[in-house]
């Protein structure tokens, strides 16, 4: 199957700082990238939905503000988590598809820690 | 509102053992539905996917199964293995949006 990178694996940060989380398609072009929020033994939630070249569609209780989604290539999505604090804390997923009904591919996750 | 539930949210068995994992859900409406294994602290494998129109999908010990109408899917592993350990999430496309909707999760321990 396609294979998504996702970088870093793991971050500790301190309150306040901002954090960037990188979402790579190294094998096919990815139309649509999607980022997703796991809380410990809980489902994945969905953020938002990024189109290449277009401004991502957050989902309800999302802050665009804070969660910043840049979708400018066809290989690269980033997450910027801006002035983080500890309820940030959490493991975030992107997915990347060739549309928004084709299989999305998974990255590794990311362990973010705000202290 | 599409809502996802998977049963039991852990389960642990003797190696050898066969096992079943259920997922319901309570909108028919979707596109397709899958399977994945998540490990400790780890990314998502996706482990079987299943169209709207099919009835089930096998893969090695793996065999998942689908009625939609029902709202229901199951995903069968034979002869359980230690490596098997993981949880186990179901998701479900949904035809109007193209969202996928997760389950929680079942954590499966199977001990040597």
């Known amino acids: 199957g396609a294979v998504v990178s996702q970088h870093p694996s793991r971050v500790i940060c301190k309150s306040g700082t901002s954090v960037k989380i990188e979402c790579r398609s190294l094998?096919?072009?990815?139309?649509?990238m999607f980022w997703y929020r796991q809380f410990p033994k809980q489902s994945l939630m969905l953020m938002a939905t990024s189109n290449e070249g277009s401004k991502a569609t957050y989902e309800q209780g999302v802050e665009k503000d804070k969660f910043l989604i840049n979708h400018a290539s066809l290989t690269l999505s980033t997450l910027t988590v801006t002035s983080a604090h500890p309820e940030d804390s959490s493991f975030y997923i992107c997915?990347?598809?060739?549309?928004?009904?084709?299989?999305?591919?998974f990255g590794a996750g990311t362990r973010l820690s705000v202290l | 509102k599409q809502e996802v539930t998977q049963i039991p949210a852990a389960l642990s068995v003797p190696e050898g053992e066969n096992l079943v994992l259920n997922c319901s859900f309570t909108?028919?409406?979707?596109?397709?539905l899958q399977w994945f294994r998540q490990d400790p602290g780890k990314g998502l494998t996706s482990l079987l996917l299943i169209q709207s129109s099919q009835r089930e999908q096998t893969s090695g010990r793996l065999n998942a199964s689908l009625d939609k109408s029902s709202g229901r899917s199951t995903l069968y592993i034979a002869a359980s293995q230690p490596g098997d350990s993981a949880t186990y999430l179901c998701?479900?496309?949904?035809?109007?949006?193209?969202?996928?909707?997760w389950g929680a999760g079942t954590k499966l321990i199977i001990k040597p």
């Open positions: 909108d028919s409406a979707i596109y397709n």
């Open positions: 997915s990347a598809s060739g549309g928004r009904r084709d299989i999305q591919y």
């Open positions: 094998d096919f072009q990815a139309t649509t």
């Open positions: 998701a479900v496309l949904m035809d109007s949006n193209y969202q996928l909707i």
